[in-house]
């Protein structure tokens, strides 16, 4: 493989939890002792104000500004984390999956949201590097509260979908309480973030056999 292992974290709805994702994967890349950069390709910055809080002495991550185009990885890059934008033309959705490894769907427990997820499958599942499984497509189940109604139809609509699931997140606020700090979930020592954790394991190992 040439380049780094570049994982998009896409999806056209807004707040499903791309940027939450992308700023946690990008988190447990560099915890893991792996050179990693983060990639903002929306315009609004988030991911970019995220590393911005990043304390010091925290696992670094270098930040790369893709909101105006696209650029490509410093070298000696092992892992690349893009945020993509909810809004993007056909045509960067292509250049961006191009790039990409592993693209990583994020969806919420809302008809909405599984609709809107439906529909970009859609539009992506003729783009070439999916069609020959050059790019794997990784659907995540986010902020999921097990036995409520909600859930279990997500559930069912991911059983669904001819995708593959691989892992569902539940819904918890250490992840707004980590983003205030530029933190991830695997820069905490605490139990409750290790079981929360737990959730990442699936992705995280799907992502690493991609290697
Ligand atoms: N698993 C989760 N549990 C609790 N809150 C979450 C979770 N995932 C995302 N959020 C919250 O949902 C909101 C939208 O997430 P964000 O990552 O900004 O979405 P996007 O980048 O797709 O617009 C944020 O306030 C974020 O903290
Ligand atoms: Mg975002």
């Known amino acids: 493989m040439s380049g780094p292992l570049t994982v998009l974290v896409a999806n056209t709805k807004g707040g499903c939890g791309k940027t939450t994702i992308a700023t946690n994967l990008a988190g447990a890349f560099a915890a893991a002792g792996l050179t990693t950069a983060l990639a903002d390709g929306d315009r609004q910055g988030s991911a970019l104000g995220w590393l911005k809080r990043r304390p010091e002495g925290a696992a670094p991550i270098t930040g790369l500004d893709w909101g105006k185009e696209d650029g490509r990885a410093p070298r000696?890059?092992?892992?690349?984390?893009?945020?993509?934008?909810?809004?993007?033309?056909?045509?960067?959705?292509?250049?961006?999956?191009?790039?990409?490894?592993?693209?990583v769907l994020p969806v919420?427990?809302?008809?909405?949201?599984?609709?809107?997820?439906?529909?970009?499958?859609?539009?992506?599942?003729?783009?070439?590097?999916?069609?020959?499984?050059?790019?794997?497509?990784?659907?995540?189940?986010?902020?999921?509260?097990?036995?409520?109604?909600?859930?279990?139809?997500?559930?069912?609509?991911?059983?669904?979908?001819?995708?593959?699931?691989?892992?569902?997140?539940?819904?918890?606020?250490?992840?707004?309480?980590?983003?205030?700090?530029?933190?991830?979930?695997?820069?905490?020592?605490?139990r409750r973030a290790a079981a929360t954790r737990q959730d990442w394991s699936p992705l995280l190992h799907a992502v690493e056999a991609v290697v």
């Open 76 to 103: 000696k890059v092992a892992r690349l984390v893009v945020d993509a934008p909810a809004a993007m033309r056909i045509k960067r959705a292509e250049a961006l999956i191009k790039l990409a490894d592993v693209i």
């Open 108 to 190: 919420l427990p809302s008809p909405y949201d599984e609709a809107a997820t439906a529909r970009f499958l859609k539009r992506i599942e003729d783009l070439k590097p999916i069609r020959k499984s050059r790019t794997a497509v990784a659907v995540v189940g986010n902020r999921l509260r097990p036995r409520t109604r909600a859930s279990t139809r997500l559930d069912a609509f991911l059983d669904d979908i001819g995708h593959t699931v691989v892992t569902r997140l539940r819904d918890s606020t250490l992840y707004a309480e980590t983003a205030a700090k530029g933190m991830s979930l695997f820069d905490l020592s605490t």
